[in-house]
């Protein structure tokens, strides 16, 4: 993990109730390498998990839009 933080950018997005800085601040080894996060921020935020593309594709239904259209085809078959 230190390795991955020493030598590259990690870009964040919160979800949720999250605060980035505090979940920075509260942790030592983030802490050291704070300036390797980049938040992403005013991020329109949409309603879509995996488990709820999981749920459509065990109902039979589509999840086109919701995958790239390149892994669709492999994600409905790993999911059926």
């Known amino acids: 993990m230190e390795n991955i933080l020493e030598n590259f950018r990690i870009i964040v ?5 999250d605060n980035i800085e505090n979940i920075i601040e509260n942790n030592n080894l983030l802490r ?25 594709i065990k109902a039979g239904k589509p999840i086109t839009g919701m995958v790239p259209e390149e892994i669709e085809s492999k994600v409905m078959e790993l999911y059926k």
């Not at 300036?35 to 999981?54: Q, T």
């Open 13 to 17: 997005l919160e979800r949720d109730n």
């Open 32 to 56: 050291k390498y704070k300036n390797s996060f980049i938040k992403l921020e005013n991020i329109e935020k949409i309603d879509l998990s995996s488990s709820y593309i999981r749920e459509l």
